[in-house]
């Protein structure tokens, strides 16, 4: 089945730094990308819909500048927390998604502490 | 703009016996997808089953079957059998299918827990 990854597992970074997601499709070539936030014991949240080689679509309150999102090719979405502050804290989800179908298929999900 | 709810935010279930997750969502589409996702300790997202709202018949995937009521737009989930692994929350999710905006967007998920 189709396999997503996400880089790293859990990361932990002091507050004003950038740290950067990574999430890759393994064995499939995945023209729309989307990250989701997840706080503890909530459900997932939308922030942005990517796809390869235009800019990402944020959702309403996302702010653009501090979640930097890149879909550099069909396998490869990156997203990056500039400037972190413990507030954004969290579990990050991606999930991919093949053209013309409609399942997604979701990455093992980033831990991010900011300290 | 669509919103999907669940109303139970924690169930509890004895092993091997039946037990029934409730969902149901508000839209003015005629054709979208709706999906139940399991996410388990691991935290991994895995897809439960789904159903495709222009088709009548019930999903079914093993132990897994959902009541689909498109009038009602209720979607509940049956999970039969039930088993130790079972235990996780599990995420309703509705998904439009036209004007090219194929966003999932959950409900605030059921707790299960599956005791010995």
């Known amino acids: 089945g189709a396999v997503v990854s996400q880089h790293p597992s859990r990361v932990i970074c002091k507050s004003g730094t950038s740290v950067k997601i990574e999430c890759r499709s393994l064995d499939f070539q995945a023209t729309t990308m989307f990250w989701y936030r997840q706080f503890p014991k909530k459900s997932l949240m939308l922030m942005a819909t990517s796809n390869e080689g235009s800019k990402a679509t944020y959702e309403q309150g996302v702010e653009k500048d501090k979640f930097l999102i890149n879909h550099a090719s069909l396998t490869l979405s990156t997203l990056t927390v500039t400037s972190a502050h413990p507030e954004d804290s969290s579990f990050y989800i991606c999930?991919?998604?093949?053209?013309?179908?409609?399942?997604?298929?979701f990455g093992p999900g980033t831990r991010l502490t900011v300290t | 703009a669509q919103t999907v709810t669940q109303s139970q935010p924690e169930m509890s279930v004895q092993e091997a016996e039946t037990v029934t997750l409730s969902c149901t969502y508000d839209?003015?589409?005629?054709?979208?997808?709706l999906f139940w996702y399991k996410q388990p300790p691991s935290r991994q997202m895995i897809l439960v089953i789904r159903q495709e709202a222009y088709k009548q018949q019930n999903a079914t995937e093993n132990r897994f079957s959902v009541n689909f009521q498109k009038a009602a737009k209720s979607f509940s989930l049956k999970i039969s059998d039930s088993q130790l692994g079972d235990t996780a929350m599990y995420f309703c999710a509705f998904m439009r299918t036209q004007g090219g905006s194929e966003k999932l967007v959950f409900g605030k998920g059921t707790k299960l827990t599956v005791n010995p």
């Open positions: 999930s991919a998604r093949v053209d013309r179908e409609y399942e997604q298929y």
């Open positions: 839209t003015s589409e005629s054709n979208y997808y």
